[in-house]
Nanobody, 119 residues
Framework: AQLVESGGGLVQPGGSLRLSCETSGFMFRTYYMTWARQAPGKDLEWVSSISPRGIDTSYRDSVKGRFTISRDNAKSTLYLQLNSLKTEDTALYYC?????????????RGQGTQVTVSS
């Protein structure tokens, strides 16, 4: 599996970003997909997941109402819309193949895209 994230950057508090994850090498449309993030000095943490057809979504409490996960199965691409960003959202954001919420860091993930929220 190959997963390539993009869309990160430096943004002021309250700003927005849209992350993308282009995938290949597996049947994307049959897998749950997950976004996870890792802040400096902290463990990897789950952010959001989406079911194969995009019907079911889930979010960690701290991002509910601000982040939106979506997918385009025709393009094998996963998205994460980040709105009302806070400094505590600063992290390296990873796209993960499958459903991951805790435990050992997943092997099937991209290289990450950096999101920095700062004034």
């Amino acid at each position: 599996a190959q997963l390539v994230e993009s869309g990160g950057g430096l943004v002021q508090p309250g700003g927005s970003l849209r992350l993308s994850c282009e995938t290949s090498g597996f049947m994307f449309r049959t897998y749950y997909m997950t976004w996870a993030r890792q802040a400096p000095g902290k463990d990897l943490e789950w952010v959001s997941s989406i079911s194969p057809r995009g019907i079911d979504t889930s979010y960690r409490d701290s991002v509910k109402g601000r982040f939106t996960i979506s997918r385009d199965n025709a393009k094998s691409t996963l998205y994460l819309q980040l709105n009302s960003l806070k400094t505590e959202d600063t992290a390296l954001y990873y796209c993960v193949k499958g459903l991951w919420k805790a435990g050992a860091p997943p092997n099937d993930r991209g290289q990450g895209t950096q999101v920095t929220v700062s004034s």
